[in-house]
């Protein structure tokens, strides 16, 4: 079992920062890749970025350059920095890790509310 645990969310003034922190704790051989999506009401749940082990970064295009996310492979963490944050940006953010053994894993959410 692997367990995802998110923490930094709240709320900020649209143009505001947060950043996201999540760690990945349980029997983990590989972590292939970890990222984080979201889900706003009404909505789908949706990529924000992602970050494969070899450092492959992948971003949704609403957040490109305004985002920028980051991993620490001995630690099993992996942070999201958001930046010039806008009102659609509030939803509930899920971290997710791709772990060899298990497959996909999900954290509970973190919520951010950006007002504008």
């Known amino acids: 079992q692997v367990q995802l645990v998110e923490s930094g969310g709240g709320l900020v003034q649209a143009g505001g920062s947060l950043r996201l922190s999540c760690a990945a704790s349980g029997t983990i051989f590989t972590i292939y890749a970890m990222g984080w999506y979201r889900q706003a009401p009404g909505k789908q749940r949706e990529l924000v970025a992602a970050?494969?082990?070899?450092?492959?970064?992948n971003y949704a295009d609403s957040v490109e350059g305004r985002c920028s996310i980051s991993r620490d492979n001995v630690k099993n963490l992996v942070y999201l920095q958001m930046n010039s944050l806008k009102s659609e940006d509030t939803a509930v953010y899920y971290c997710?890790?791709?772990?060899?053994?298990?497959?996909?894993?999900w954290g509970q959410g973190t919520q951010v509310t950006v007002s504008s």
């Open positions: 970050l494969t082990s070899n450092g492959i970064a």
């Open positions: 997710h890790a791709l772990v060899h053994p298990g497959g996909n894993y």
